[in-house]
């Protein structure tokens, strides 16, 4: 089966070489193209509202422009699936061989889920960004798309969370939950008044996605066979103060 993984980058790297992968340098408009990476600002695109959608604009251009392959899927430069092909950096990712092996049965792959033992997903996004981000999220899904809500609860309230919006889908899914997550954030896009957010809180709409993808992923499970798996960072990950840093937060409370 042909598979196309993007990559999203936004600054030159070693990528890796196998061909089921396609760099993409993300919020490229008005920017010197990242060495050996593609473009978002290309045909139908939304690469101006890279501050905000982050990586997603890479996954828009994907859904738009991107060619045909029975599997999709994104990564980001310095965070891929599990594998067994080289990289560059040193740790294994995955790679042509091991795209049957990661799907399987299912028709989508995500992150393995991150544990978040002294908080559920909605205090930790309420802790590190703001609540009402999440409110109003739920208030477009509410009436665009109702049938999703009690998936929205039921991971607002769980202690674990999918995150990096990476995923690998089979064509059909893919194709399905493209027009539903972009359907909704713009909705929130359009509405959400972010006056005296900082740069990293204005990155809403892609946190956002990261909680929808799990939302969708959710609702489907017993149609997707829905499965995770481990995520490599190829410079590490610094663990300890990931920890601190939450712990910070839940003393600071709301924001």
Known sequence: ??????????????????????PIHVGS??????PHAIRDDVGDQISD????????????????????ADIYGLAHYRRFFSGTAPHPSGPNILGHED?????????????RRRLYGIETVRSHYAHAHHEKDLDLARKVIADGWPDYVPAFDRLMDSRSLSLYNMFLMRSDAFHAYCPWVFGILERVHGELDMTGYSDQDKRAIGFLGERLLNVWAMHHADDLGLTYRKVVQVEGEPVLKKGVDLLRRKLRGAK
């Open 99 to 111: 795209v049957n092996e990661a799907l399987g049965e299912a028709s989508v792959v995500l992150a």
């Open 1 to 22: 089966m042909k598979a196309h993984i993007l990559i999203a980058a936004h600054k030159p790297y070693d990528f890796p070489s196998d061909p089921i992968y396609t």
């Open 29 to 34: 408009v008005g920017r010197d193209t990242v």
């Open 49 to 68: 509202l890279n501050s905000t959608y982050c990586e997603l604009t890479g996954l828009y251009w994907l859904w738009k422009n991107g060619p045909e």
